[in-house]
């Protein structure tokens, strides 16, 4: 499997070279550089596939506008509800406009609503300007789908259902110099009822910990000392490798490397965290004091229906002992309102949990009916206007409590990775805390990219204002 992986690499490395001499041509003959544009929807995943693509098509001669009026435009689709995939449609409306205008543009589409068969149908039907599609499972191709595009004149389509082998190695520019993300697995092996990502993302594969490590030491020698290792279900890693290795292990080693100095990780499911990985992060100097943990709803016998294998006490235990051992850490969640056959006392276990694990701050989510899944197909689906009133009533609650959490660390000095200028004053930047809050101090872009001391003066709900300590 490794080997093939790499020989695909190789085959792909050499596409891109040839490819290359096609858009340099095409450079030429528009006298100008040809540009790109790549939107990103959905997830942390798709962000970090978005890295990838970008460096393919940087390989290829392309340079980057920030503008979907761009010779090749790349919109990197989710489909987890049923807005994310409104926006695409609309999104497409405005490029078939600028594609008139400018008759060499190539648009091309991938993710995961590119995985769903009635959406491929719709766009083959009603949107033929789209020139080129692919899923998940084999972005890599990019350039060759590109360099197909070129050579052939109707649409390009390259779907799998499922993916061969982990490609790795190819180029790819990352977004911040200081942090990174890190794919340490792909897929989902969960099937909540609710969720359509283990049908277009795939089954879960794990990446061998060797090739792990030797990527982020890479990205350490350039620079990064944070790094995200991201996973739909991080705490079923290693399970299926042929050598198998759990996640509070693999955390164990990337603790080692040199130069490091955070590591964040995302998503946990409730079911898979164990006591080692507590036991980890408690002793950790690295790992970040913060868990996301989806609890998705407080009813026992709601979470049943949804397939999530753990109980509302189950889930609270969880909490607790995360709390005892490690007391400063912030918890975030994922909540749906209006499952089918939600009540209102369902809805009320929710907000219980919201109340007893204080959270930091919780996304919030209406349901959203995907087809293919289980609980499409499920009766009594919760009127909207139920569903409205009780999404408000848990965003107050949410709102309260993220505050009152806040709240607590106000008058203390922490230390910061600063990320950037702040969006709202040019004179201060945004630095993030372990617990991934941020803080608005004042500073300059020298700033950007180092640990630093904050006090926090001023907690603002969910941020705080806060004055450089050291
Ligand atoms: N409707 C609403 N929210 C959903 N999520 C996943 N599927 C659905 C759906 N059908 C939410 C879950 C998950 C997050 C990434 O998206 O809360 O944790
Ligand atoms: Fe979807 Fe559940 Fe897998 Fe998360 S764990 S991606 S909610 S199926």
């Given at each position: 499997m490794r080997e093939q992986g790499q020989q695909e690499a190789q085959r792909q490395l050499m596409i891109i070279e040839q490819c290359k001499e096609r858009i340099a041509a095409l450079t030429r003959e528009a006298g100008r550089p040809l540009t790109y544009h790549i939107s990103t929807f959905g997830c942390q995943m798709n962000f970090k596939d978005s890295e990838k693509l970008a460096g393919i098509l940087?390989?290829?001669?392309?340079?980057?506008?920030?503008?979907?009026?761009?010779?090749?435009?790349?919109?990197n689709t989710c489909t987890v509800r049923e807005n994310a995939n409104q926006k695409v449609y609309g999104h497409l409306g405005i490029l078939k406009s600028y594609k008139k205008k400018n008759p060499h543009m190539m648009i091309a589409l991938c993710g995961c609503m590119m995985q769903e068969e009635l959406?491929?149908?719709?766009?083959?039907?009603?949107?033929?300007?789209?020139?080129?599609?692919?899923?998940?499972?084999?972005?890599?191709?990019?350039?060759?789908?590109?360099?197909?595009?070129?050579?052939?004149?109707?649409?390009?389509?390259?779907?799998?259902?499922?993916?061969?082998?982990?490609?790795?190695?190819?180029?790819?520019?990352?977004?911040?110099?200081?942090?990174?993300?890190?794919?340490?697995?792909?897929?989902?092996?969960?099937?909540?009822?609710?969720?359509?990502?283990?049908?277009?993302?795939?089954?879960?594969?794990?990446?061998?910990?060797?090739?792990?490590?030797?990527?982020?030491?890479?990205?350490?020698?350039?620079?990064?000392?944070?790094?995200?290792?991201?996973?739909?279900?991080?705490n079923s890693y290693g399970k299926t490798l042929e050598h198998p290795i759990s996640f509070a292990e693999l955390l164990q080693r990337v603790e080692q490397i040199e130069g490091l100095k955070r590591i964040r990780f995302m998503t946990s499911h409730p079911k898979d965290l164990s006591d080692d990985l507590i036991e980890v992060m408690k002793n950790s100097e690295k790992i970040c004091r913060h868990m996301h943990l989806p609890v998705q709803s407080g009813s026992s016998r709601l979470l049943e229906k949804m397939n999530?294998?753990?109980?509302?006490?189950?889930?609270?235990?969880?909490?607790?002992?995360?709390?005892?051992?490690?007391?400063?850490?912030?918890?975030?969640?994922?909540?749906?309102?209006?499952?089918?056959?939600?009540?209102?006392?369902?809805?009320?276990?929710?907000?219980?949990?919201?109340?007893?694990?204080?959270?930091?701050?919780?996304?919030?989510?209406?349901?959203?009916?995907?087809?293919?899944?289980?609980?499409?197909?499920?009766?009594?689906?919760?009127?909207?206007?139920?569903?409205?009133?009780?999404?408000?009533?848990?965003?107050?609650?949410?709102?309260?409590?993220?505050?009152?959490?806040?709240?607590?660390?106000?008058?203390?000095?922490?230390?910061?990775?600063?990320?950037?200028?702040?969006?709202?004053?040019?004179?201060?930047?945004?630095?993030?805390?372990?617990?991934?809050?941020?803080?608005?101090?004042?500073?300059?872009?020298?700033?950007?990219?180092?640990?630093?001391?904050v006090h926090l003066d001023q907690a603002k709900g969910f941020y705080y204002i806060g004055t450089k300590a050291d």
């Open positions: 940087e390989q290829l001669g392309y340079v980057e506008t920030d503008t979907e009026e761009a010779d090749f435009v790349l919109l959406v491929v149908a719709k766009l083959r039907e009603s949107y033929r300007f789209v020139d080129i599609i692919f899923g998940t499972h084999n972005i890599y191709k990019l350039a060759e789908l590109i360099q197909t595009r070129l050579e052939s004149k109707g649409m390009v389509i390259d779907l799998w259902q499922d993916a061969k082998e982990i490609v790795e190695d190819l180029p790819s520019v990352r977004k911040y110099s200081f942090k990174a993300g890190v794919n340490i697995m792909f897929g989902c092996n969960n099937f909540c009822s609710y969720c359509i990502v283990p049908y277009v993302r795939g089954r879960e594969r794990s990446r061998e910990p060797e090739d792990i490590i030797h990527e982020i030491e890479e990205m350490v020698s350039q620079g990064v000392v944070e790094v995200m290792l991201l996973g739909q279900n991080v999530r294998r753990y109980t509302k006490e189950h889930y609270l235990e969880l909490v607790h002992k995360l709390r005892t051992a490690i007391p400063d850490i912030s918890l975030t969640t994922d909540i749906i309102v209006g499952f089918p056959g939600e009540t209102e006392e369902d809805f009320e276990e929710t907000i219980d949990v919201v109340r007893k694990a204080e959270y930091d701050s919780a996304y919030t989510f209406i349901y959203s009916k995907r087809t293919g899944t289980p609980a499409a197909t499920m009766e009594n689906q919760v009127s909207e206007d139920v569903v409205k009133e009780r999404f408000q009533r848990l965003l107050d609650v949410v709102a309260e409590c993220s505050a009152k959490r806040t709240g607590r660390l106000e008058g203390e000095t922490v230390e910061v990775l600063v990320e950037g200028i702040s969006e709202q004053d040019a004179s201060m930047v945004t630095g993030r805390l372990s617990n991934n809050l941020l803080v608005h101090f004042k500073g300059d872009e020298s700033l950007i990219g180092s640990l630093c001391m």
